[in-house]
């Protein structure tokens, strides 16, 4: 305990505040932006669980100097370009993607409000809901069961892990295929998120709402009780019926049309438009007014 507390005392005393900048300012905002980039990128890959470790040897190696563990100290400083060398060889793939995405993004017009000002915020595309749509209602033609979680903020890992991993883009042809009679992949749920299908076969918790129909088969059920434990929104198509079905907020609407469903999309949508160009041109023409209408 002694030994922490002067290893604190000794390079704490030593801390001192120096003068700021304007261009430190720009420095410390521009550390920050790529190391929020980074750790938004490596929470969605396999380098997250890695990450984790690298910081649990980080916290060993610290108490090893601390408490002066030579020997440990030794091994570290000799083996720690190796690692280094083996960590790029190994995430050489995930590496090369980050550097893409971040080629991808203007930083620059998005620092300085240039070129195109209009941003759209959504958790899926126009695209994906018309794809959902479209396989529902061809499902419903031909009375195949189905049931479709599309997630909003509340992750659906844990029922991610019940199923088998598809990762694919959400097309109509594909769900139709996963949920045709006698394949492997048909029974169960499938779970959506942003414009990706994540999982298939996925079980979902039973609603215990006794005010349910007894009529109700254990799919609607699956996706009332998924919706009553989540935010989702759940699409139910009846394999006895053909009828389209929405769960939400544990509430059971049935018997949908298109249009409702493709409704019901775009409010799981969450769109946002923004347009700061515009936004700014108003504020002007705002100002302009108001002192032409003084000097008048």
Known sequence: MTSILSFFSRYLGRITIPSIRATDIVEILLIAYFVYQFIVWIKYTRAYSLLKGILLVAGFILLAYIFNMTTILWFVQNLVSVLLIGLIVIFQPELRKV???????????????????????????????????????????????????IEQEIRLTEYERTGIIIDAAVTSQLLVNIFEHNTPLHDGAVIIRGNRITAATCYLPLSDNMELSKKLGTRHRAGVGISEVTDSLTIIVSEETGKISIAKGGNLQKNVTAQALREALVGAQNKTVKNRKAADTRLIRKLLKGRKKNEE
Do not use: H, P, Y
């Open 99 to 149: 550097l893409e995405q971040l080629g991808e993004k203007r930083i620059i017009s998005d620092l300085f409000f240039l070129g195109n000002n209009r941003e759209i915020e959504e958790r899926f595309t126009d695209k994906t809901a018309a794809e959902i749509v479209r396989a529902c209602v061809d499902m419903a033609e031909v009375k195949t069961g189905a049931l479709i979680v």
